[in-house]
């Protein structure tokens, strides 16, 4: 069974940065991709970034590209995404996850391609 927890978030203003860490149990986490989620009221769950089990490639949504920048530390078991420039529609509860399959050679942008949640961590930027 694999674990997250994820942590960092918090109130910010317009342009401030925060970074957030997904701590991980369990083997899966070093030989999976993993992914960062959002999600707003009354909003599906988007996709924000994902990185190889390797950490060789990442992937991210448009909407984040250039501002936000997600990183893993296989040693440490945690991953990281490091948000810059924020804006208030970045505020949403951000949630990272698991991938379904081993070794995957593709980033994966659907919600029900990972198998294992976080408990998600509140962003909120303020204009």
């Known amino acids: 069974q694999v674990q997250l927890v994820e942590s960092g978030g918090g109130l910010v203003q317009a342009g401030d940065s925060l970074r957030l860490s997904c701590a991980t149990s369990g083997r899966a986490f070093s030989v999976n991709n993993v992914g960062w989620f959002r999600q707003a009221p009354g909003k599906e769950r988007e996709f924000v970034a994902a990185i190889m089990w390797s950490g060789g490639r990442t992937y991210y949504a448009d909407s984040v590209k250039g501002r936000f920048t997600i990183s893993r530390d296989n040693t440490k078991i945690t991953v990281y995404l490091q948000m810059n420039s924020l804006k208030p529609e970045d505020t949403a509860v951000y949630y990272c996850?698991?991938?379904?399959?081993?070794?995957?050679?593709?980033?994966?942008?659907?919600?029900?391609?990972?198998?294992?949640w976080g408990q998600g961590t509140q962003v909120t930027v303020s204009s």
């Open positions: 996850a698991v991938g379904r399959s081993m070794w995957d050679i593709e980033l994966r942008t659907g919600p029900n391609e990972y198998a294992y």
